[in-house]
Every structure is written in structure tokens, then in C-alpha cells.
């Protein structure tokens, strides 16, 4: 009986204990998840840095050292959001020009074009699923499909310019150079800008109305 008498008084004490331990626990954790990506990328840059550089592969001068270009990039692709799912969409582009601006230009617009498909594949994705909760007819259920996947080029001019992580080139025969490049886009402020530019342009070209419109985006 008195052991029973002395757990009670002592629950409320170890439960304080075990709470004040939590964020402990927590933050070791995230401190842990954290190194473990670093040396995950620092381990997979060194190896493509190693192949790039033996393919001849150099970047601009004042850039980082090409190993630590490849780091960060690596980086941005294991990082995750607060519910554990990717955090970056990415996209990558070549081109090959006479100069490293051209070649620079016309691969971060394929990049930026390829990063926008994939917003739109998503956006696509969301709609088809909220098709059935608007209750549209099958004629603009059909439009709006139609408008959905050609809504590729609006969402990249809304995209805007978009800095690459990863910018590396290598000269070729000639007098040519080719640059590739790596660009990442968050993934929820990729997908509210799409949702807005799809939003103004089934709103624009079909009489649907403002809730049917909020159905179909998920709002």
C-alpha cells in the first residue's frame, strides 16, 4: 500500500521528467537527421564532382570549387519539409552556344520550362482529383483539362528567373561551350502560384463560378 501511495506521489514527477527530456530527444534527432544528409551529399558529391571533372566539366571564375557546387546541390535534393516529403522540385538543362552567356540563358530557360511541366503535372494531378467535388459538365470538364495542360508556359513566366544552385560548363570543339545547369523551386510556394495563374485562366475563359473554381484547386 505504501508502494502504491509513494508511485502516485512520484508519477507527476517522472511525467515532468520525461516532458522535459522530449525536446531533448527531439532536437538530437533532427541534429542527427541533419548530419547524416550532410554526409550523405558531401559522400555523393564527391563522386560526381570526380566524373564531371574528368569530363572535362569546370565552373565559372568566383564561382564555389566545383565539389562544393555539386554539395549544395545534393543538399537541396534530400531536404525535406515538416511532414517529411520533398522539399524542392528540380530541373536541369544544357546548352550548347558560342559563348558561356548564350549557352548560360538557354539552359536555365530548358530548366525553367522542364521545372514548370512538372508544377503543371502536379497542378493536373490536383485538379483531376477535385474534378468530381465541382460538379461541372462534361463539356467544361473537358475545358478545364485542356486548360490545365496547356498552362505550362504561363506558370513559367510566373515562375520568374529562377538562380541555379548548380551552374557548371566545358568547352567543346569548335570554340563551342555547353552549361548545365540545376535549378530548385519550393514545392507549396511552386504549387500556390501555379494554382493562382490556372485559377485566373479557367476564370478568364469558362463561366464557372467562384466556388466551383475553389473545389477544383483544392482551396
Known sequence: ????????KLFPVITLALCATLPLVSQQTEKELEKAI????????????KALEKEGWYVAPGSL??????????????QSDDAG???YITADGNAVAQSKSVADMQSIELAKLQLAGLV????SS????????AQLSAADAASVTEIVQSSKNLIATELGYVNPVFK??????????????RLFYDVKQ???IAKKVVQKDLKEKLQINSEQLEKLMGL
Not at 38 to 49: G, Q, T, W
Request: charged content about 35%; proline content about 3%; aromatic content about 4%.
Open 65 to 78: 570549387p566545383l565539389e562544393k557546387v555539386v554539395e549544395n546541390a545534393w543538399m537541396k535534393q534530400y
Open 85 to 87: 516529403n520533398t522539399k
Open 1 to 8: 500500500m505504501k508502494r502504491k501511495h509513494l508511485l502516485v
Open 120 to 123: 503543371q503535372t502536379n497542378v
Open 126 to 133: 490536383l485538379v483531376d482529383a477535385n474534378l468530381g467535388n
Open 168 to 181: 557548371i560548363y566545358r568547352d567543346l570543339p569548335g570554340d563551342n561551350v555547353e552549361a548545365q545547369v
Open 38 to 49: 550532410k554526409d550523405k551529399a558531401i559522400k555523393e558529391a564527391r563522386k560526381e564532382a
Open 190 to 192: 511552386s504549387m500556390e
